[in-house]
């Protein structure tokens, strides 16, 4: 991974861990809307879309469409912050998919 994206990702993390507090605080072991501690992709969409298109589709659903305006948290905690930690293996794994910049862009508009 670059050091440009590295560096947005610890940004991002720096955020995700830092939201303000009145944003509801979702302990990790209470159910969290976003639940990226068990992220998974539909298996009809990889195959359709592919991973990337997968990953897109899934963050989405679970954040919301980027093109309607920020993304706006609706609870902070340790679900939330394995965000970036999946980024991190998307970067790593899928760096030469064609469509990698489509995470690149999710990773500039949560920043």
Known sequence: MDSPTKAKLDLLHLYLKNLPNSIPFVDSGSPSQYGFDFFIVDDE?????????????????????????????????PSLCKLTDLFEEWFRHLSSDPEIPILHKWLDDLI
């Open 45 to 77: 969409d990889m195959e359709d879309k592919g991973p990337v298109g997968a990953i897109n589709r899934q963050l989405e659903i679970w954040l919301g469409h980027r093109n309607n305006g920020p993304i706006l948290f609706t609870e902070q905690g």
